[in-house]
């Protein structure tokens, strides 16, 4: 059995990936309603620009955080690819 200060620090650990995962679900739902709008206005569900965006602004935001842009944007290339299979 690890010592309490592990076990401690990995429900903390356990606590924030749940945290993450709940953030997540919440932007897949907004994906959704954002989706839906676009197909009654007639729009195109992917928008190349903005996500060209949106790659830049993750990658600088988490490089200000501390975090590799390289991180940042493997994260956000898998939300993206996420997004784009939706039905």
């Known amino acids: 059995m690890p010592p ?4 401690e620090t ?3 650990l356990d606590e924030l990936d749940h945290a993450l995962l709940d953030l997540v679900a919440r932007r897949r ?3 959704g309603a954002l ?4 197909r009654a206005l007639g729009l195109p569900r992917v928008d190349a620009a903005r ?3 949106l790659l830049a602004d993750r990658r600088a935001y988490a490089e200000r955080l501390g975090v590799p842009a390289e991180l940042a944007e ?4 898998a939300i993206l690819e996420d997004s784009h299979t939706r039905t």
């Open 74 to 77: 493997v994260i956000f290339r």
């Open 35 to 38: 989706f839906a709008k676009k």
């Open 4 to 7: 309490a200060d592990v076990s």
């Open 10 to 12: 990995r429900r903390d």
């Open 51 to 53: 996500e060209v965006e």
């Open 29 to 31: 739902a907004l994906v």
